[in-house]
């Protein structure tokens, strides 16, 4: 098993995303208490990855543990999301990447049906390789949310990298690449959109939470509001993520 630090300064209602990525084809992780599996195995050829969801009640502190095979290299990291949608289904537009193998790694599209929406991209890479922000893509902007999870332990060792592009409108962003990493290996990538949630006549949103040193840099993504008649505030990805393999 291994031991995943809670984000820092979560609020009620903060959507946390727990990706795990399992380093054969076989074992599965137990879910952790009071999370779900929102996506998974999402497999890249060798090895498979799952992403768990729970809502925040604000109080969450420490560490869980993630268990899966004692012979399987296990990683995991966790993001935090604010002024996700409070009730109901938090998502729309998912849809995965069958497994490929490239010396970069490839999109995968979403479709949103309405406005301020959050997509997002979750890669799982066999090796640990450097990412950053897609580039080439079009009906949107994706930006590399905080450095990759990348690590060299085990074999295979392996990648998770979180993609996120606000999408003001209804629309499809598609066609992003990672630069060329110089080595073919595999990966997948399961895309979808959050969606937002519903305020008051005069939307205010909170500043981004900082924080605490994790192993891996943090950076931050600024909400916006829409002045839509029935407003709503696009979710945004807050750096409150810790890693552990």
């Known amino acids: 098993s291994i031991s995943v630090a809670y984000p ?3 609020l009620n209602n903060d959507i946390i995303l727990l990706v795990v990525l399992i380093g054969d084809t076989t074992n599965t992780p137990s879910t952790p208490a009071n999370f779900s599996l929102l996506f998974g195995p999402d497999t890249t050829g060798v090895q498979r990855g799952f992403t768990y ?3 925040s009640d604000g109080s969450e502190t420490g560490n869980i543990s993630v268990t899966t095979n004692a ?7 966790m993001f935090s999301f604010r002024n996700v949608v409070t009730s109901g289904t938090i998502y ?8 490929g193998s490239d010396d970069q790694f490839f999109d995968q599209s979403v479709t949103t049906l ?6 997002v991209n979750i890669l ?5 390789r450097d990412t950053a922000s897609m580039t080439g ?8 949310v ?46 979808f959109a959050l969606l937002p949630s519903l305020v008051s006549a005069s939307p205010s949103v909170s500043p981004s939470a900082s924080a605490s040193p994790s192993a891996s840099p943090s950076a931050s993504i600024s909400p916006s509001v829409s002045p839509s008649v029935s407003p709503s505030v696009s979710p945004s990805a807050y750096t409150n993520i810790s890693g552990a393999e």
């Open 53 to 55: 969801w729970k809502r």
């Open 8 to 10: 820092g300064s979560l």
């Open 146 to 191: 905080v450095a990759e999870y990348a690590n060299t332990t085990g074999s295979p060792d392996g990648t998770i990298d979180l993609q996120a592009a606000t999408m003001a409108t209804a629309g499809t962003i598609d066609g992003g690449a990672t630069a060329d990493t110089g080595t073919v290996t595999n990966y997948a990538v399961r895309g």
């Open 114 to 119: 309405g406005t301020q929406r959050l997509a």
């Open 137 to 144: 893509e079009t009906g949107g902007d994706w930006t590399q």
């Open 71 to 77: 012979t399987a290299q296990c990683r995991a990291r």
């Open 124 to 128: 799982f890479i066999g090796d640990d």
């Open 92 to 99: 729309e537009g998912d849809g995965l990447t069958a497994s």
